[in-house]
């Protein structure tokens, strides 16, 4: 079985960064894509962003609109994990973030289906 570990979130005020990462263990699960997640009471959970195997056999990534240019997801096989970096935060960030991990390759068209979840931590950004 999977387990997905998220830690580092917190509180920050509005301008500040943060790193959160999410620590991988357990089972022989193929983890091609391994991505960041937000949700906010009463909202549909949002993507942020994938860290995904390409067709070369390297990794590519891919972010939501929202938070393109702000956020910058990166992984480390070797201590099986996964980071966002999130610079310039603003008060309409705060949510739980969570990450989760798919066997599947994402591409331009198409998004996979994400099989194991954390269970998040939350970020509040104050202003």
């Known amino acids: 079985q999977v387990q997905l570990v998220e830690s580092g979130g917190g509180l920050v005020q509005a301008g500040d960064s943060l790193r959160l990462s999410c620590a991988a263990s357990g089972g022989t699960f193929s983890r091609e894509t391994m991505g960041w997640f937000r949700q906010v009471p009463g909202k549909e959970r949002e993507f942020l962003a994938a860290?995904?195997?390409?067709?070369?056999?390297?990794?590519?990534?891919y972010y939501a609109d929202s938070v393109k240019g702000r956020f910058f997801i990166s992984g480390d096989d070797a201590r099986n994990s996964v980071d966002l970096q999130m610079n310039n935060l603003k008060v309409e960030d705060t949510a739980v973030y969570s990450c989760?991990?798919?066997?599947?390759?994402?591409?331009?068209?198409?998004?996979?289906?994400?099989?194991?979840w954390g269970q998040g931590t939350q970020v509040t950004v104050s202003s």
């Open positions: 860290l995904t195997r390409n067709m070369w056999g390297g990794r590519s990534t």
């Open positions: 989760a991990a798919s066997s599947e390759a994402q591409t331009g068209t198409y998004f996979p289906r994400f099989d194991y």
